[in-house]
């Protein structure tokens, strides 16, 4: 079985050895690279499955690294970060990463995250022969090529955003809360943060909505969470 490539982006380096001596044990293979320019190249060069990558870097931040690699890559990508900041954290998911983890942190969480992220990632690439196609008004999901497309148009979704669509398109009008949403698609216990479903339903919104502040697909229930809106179900489509 390949051995899967995780590239760890720091310029401390004590930091990146230790991820790299942990991730090493559960048999992964790690990258290294201590600045933004050296990642966005990494990554081009060595397709890693997964990235860690530090917001503070000594050339370009991490949100800027972010939106380079968004531009060559679906890998999951986890922000790491010494500050505990509302709107790092809001911004790290809203530049398409997937996971946001502050220092100090627990090697444990942090092998348990990138094996949840790094999951959830094989099962999207993995053949589905059974799933069709879901139709709901102007908007298409293709689960056998990973597609999502509104009016004939492609739209480009994150990894998460795309599962976070499908797990909702799939059962319409369920209500999910927000703990469960984060439980299913990030594949473990919510940390008490409901901005990292927020931000990611606002961020599909932004690409899939006529007019986000009014959205036709994925509605808000007071006090409850989201659900989709299956009355838009095209009539001789599968839900």
């Not at 991730?23 to 860690?52: N, R, S």
């Not at 380079?68 to 790491?80: C, D, N, Q």
């Not at 990973?146 to 480009?156: A, H, I, Q």
Request: hydrophobic fraction near 40%; charged fraction near 25%; glycine fraction near 8%.
């Amino acid at each position: 079985m390949r051995r899967e490539k995780i590239l760890i982006v720091d310029d401390e380096i004590e930091i990146s050895e230790l991820i790299c001596l942990y991730l090493a044990k559960e048999g992964y293979q790690t990258l290294m690279a201590l600045d933004g320019y050296g990642a966005i190249e990494m990554v081009g060069k060595q397709k890693p499955d997964l990235v860690i990558l530090d917001i503070q870097l000594p050339d370009l931040d991490g949100f800027e690294v972010c939106l380079e690699l968004r531009k060559m890559t679906k890998a999951p990508i986890l922000f790491l970060s010494c500050k505990n900041d509302d709107l790092d954290k809001i911004l790290g998911l809203g530049v398409g990463g997937d996971d946001y983890i502050t220092k100090p942190f627990s090697p444990g969480e942090m092998v348990a995250r990138v094996k949840a992220h790094l999951r959830r990632s094989r099962m999207m690439f993995e053949p589905i022969n059974t799933e069709h196609d879901l139709h709901y008004g102007d908007l298409t999901i293709e689960p056998k090529s990973f597609t999502v497309s509104l009016r004939g148009e492609p739209v480009p979704l994150s990894a998460k955003e795309y599962q976070l669509l499908l797990l909702l398109a799939k059962n319409p009008d369920r209500v999910y809360s927000l703990d469960q949403l984060f439980t299913q698609v990030w594949e473990s216990p919510s940390i008490g943060d409901p901005r990292t479903v927020m931000v990611h339903i606002s961020n599909i919104r932004k690409k899939i909505e006529n007019d986000p502040a009014r959205p036709a697909y994925i509605l808000t229930v007071r006090g409850g969470g989201y659900k989709f809106n299956g009355s838009l179900s095209v009539i001789g489509a599968v839900p």
